[in-house]
């Protein structure tokens, strides 16, 4: 069985790594925003390229928390409009819900899933404040047309970055350097993956960056004395360690993920299945390989029968979730057909050429 994703096999390469940092950890005896936090986010943010990183507990809270930084510099207020892609997971809209803004949802384009740029332009009002642009399965949305419309009509621009750690735009910078401020997800089978929650917020903005960091943390701005009224939002130091020790092979895991996706793309030959656009370059590093299908259970059902794991991002498109009834009545065609037909195949730095070649061979034979 050539499994989805081989958790345990990505980390048994760090074991040793990570008994030397479990055990630092136990000896310092300080396990929350301690010596290792401090070194990641500095070198995370020296990785993106960005001033400031902070770590929170996790990618929904570092959106939430930039939304609520802002707000906390009057640059956002109660209701503002925040545009979102209609076809992202449920944590963008759940963070711009929970800062008390309103998301619009845009319907997509079914080449990157990013915004259909038409009607993201034609969908700002006088309310909108924000532009979130999700950098899905790991592909760097248009970001120069976004980033110029937003100019054009003084938005911020907040990445929505969980799946793209390491991805770089054409003009040189990475994932999380685009716009205003970007949110990251260290879930466990992100490209760079804690071994539990975490998550950061990366910014070039001072002001922005020391807000958040109060709200993540009570709000306190020394000890025992709290300006804000703020959150318990915080890396934790072991996973902090953790992220550390795996940090330095992320651009190697990614270059990997490159190769096995232009295997996929070279050599998957089947009229039934379509392939994801792929430019060549380094803005994609394939958190995930999604491919579409118009008999997707019948297709489910063929690869867990020739031992190939698979899994569905996402099944049900957001304004379809019963916990987000007030978009229940909006219709996004090419949202719904994209959630209706995407499949994700293994997608891995630890797979083997044999096990590609393998995956390759069963979908070709479909």
């Given at each position: 069985m050539?499994?989805?994703?081989?958790?345990?096999k990505?980390n048994a390469?760090?074991e040793?790594?990570?008994d030397?940092?479990?055990?630092?950890f136990?000896?310092?005896?300080?396990?929350?925003l301690?010596?290792?936090?401090?070194?990641?986010?500095?070198?995370?943010?020296?990785?993106i390229?960005?001033?400031?990183c902070?770590?929170?507990g996790n990618?929904l809270?570092?959106?939430?928390?930039?939304?609520?930084g802002y707000?906390?510099?009057g640059?956002?207020?109660?209701?503002d409009?925040?545009i979102?892609?209609?076809?992202t997971?449920?944590?963008?809209?759940?963070?711009?819900k929970q800062?008390?803004?309103t998301?619009?949802?845009?319907?997509?384009?079914?080449t990157?899933?990013?915004?259909d740029?038409?009607?993201?332009?034609?969908?700002?009002?006088q309310?909108?404040?924000?532009?979130?642009?999700?950098h899905?399965?790991?592909q760097?949305?248009?970001?120069?047309?976004?980033?110029?419309?937003?100019k054009?009509?003084n938005?911020l621009?907040?990445?929505d970055?969980?799946?793209?750690h390491g991805?770089v735009?054409?003009?040189?910078k990475?994932?999380g350097?685009?716009?205003d401020?970007?949110?990251?997800?260290f879930?466990?089978?992100k490209n760079?993956?804690a071994?539990g929650?975490?998550?950061?917020i990366?910014?070039?903005?001072?002001?922005?960056a020391?807000v958040?960091?109060q709200?993540?943390n009570?709000?306190?701005?020394?000890?025992?004395?709290?300006?804000?009224?703020g959150?318990?939002s915080?890396?934790?130091?072991l996973?902090?360690?953790l992220?550390?020790?795996?940090?330095?092979?992320?651009d190697a895991d990614n270059?990997?993920?490159?190769?096995?996706a232009?295997?996929?793309?070279?050599?998957?030959?089947?009229?039934?299945i379509t392939?994801?656009?792929?430019?060549?370059?380094?803005?994609h590093?394939?958190?995930?390989?999604?491919v579409?299908?118009?008999?997707r259970?019948?297709?489910e059902r063929?690869l867990n029968?020739n031992?190939i794991?698979?899994?569905?991002?996402?099944?049900?498109?957001?304004?379809k979730q019963?916990?987000l009834?007030?978009?229940?009545d909006l219709s996004?065609?090419?949202?719904?057909?994209?959630?209706?037909?995407v499949?994700s195949?293994?997608m891995?730095?630890v797979?083997?050429d044999?096990?590609?070649?393998?995956v390759i061979n069963v979908l070709?034979?479909y």
């Amino acid at each position: 069985m050539i499994k989805f994703l081989d958790l345990k096999k990505v980390n048994a390469r760090f074991e040793p790594e990570f008994d030397q940092v479990f055990r630092m950890f136990l000896d310092s005896g300080y396990y929350i925003l301690g010596g290792q936090y401090k070194v990641f986010i500095s070198a995370f943010a020296k990785y993106i390229g960005t001033e400031y990183c902070i770590g929170v507990g996790n990618g929904l809270d570092a959106l939430h928390l930039i939304l609520e930084g802002y707000k906390t510099l009057g640059r956002l207020s109660k209701g503002d409009e925040v545009i979102i892609a209609s076809n992202t997971y449920i944590a963008t809209i759940l963070a711009v819900k929970q800062a008390g803004l309103t998301p619009v949802l845009v319907e997509a384009e079914d080449t990157t899933f990013s915004f259909d740029l038409a009607q993201l332009e034609a969908a700002i009002t006088q309310k909108t404040k924000a532009i979130m642009p999700v950098h899905l399965y790991g592909q760097i949305v248009p970001i120069k047309k976004i980033t110029t419309l937003a100019k054009k009509h003084n938005l911020l621009v907040i990445e929505d970055a969980a799946q793209a750690h390491g991805a770089v735009s054409s003009n040189g910078k990475k994932a999380g350097n685009l716009g205003d401020a970007a949110g990251f997800s260290f879930y466990p089978t992100k490209n760079l993956g804690a071994l539990g929650d975490g998550g950061a917020i990366t910014t070039n903005d001072a002001a922005l960056a020391k807000v958040v960091g109060q709200l993540a943390n009570y709000g306190t701005s020394s000890k025992y004395v709290n300006e804000l009224a703020g959150f318990n939002s915080r890396l934790d130091e072991l996973q902090a360690a953790l992220l550390l020790a795996k940090l330095p092979s992320l651009d190697a895991d990614n270059q990997r993920r490159r190769e096995i996706a232009n295997a996929y793309l070279n050599e998957i030959e089947n009229h039934k299945i379509t392939l994801p656009f792929y430019s060549g370059s380094d803005d994609h590093v394939f958190h995930l390989f999604v491919v579409r299908m118009s008999n997707r259970e019948q297709f489910e059902r063929y690869l867990n029968e020739n031992e190939i794991g698979s899994l569905i991002h996402y099944p049900i498109p957001p304004h379809k979730q019963t916990a987000l009834t007030e978009f229940k009545d909006l219709s996004f065609p090419v949202c719904e057909a994209i959630h209706n037909t995407v499949v994700s195949i293994p997608m891995s730095p630890v797979m083997t050429d044999q096990e590609v070649m393998q995956v390759i061979n069963v979908l070709n034979k479909y």
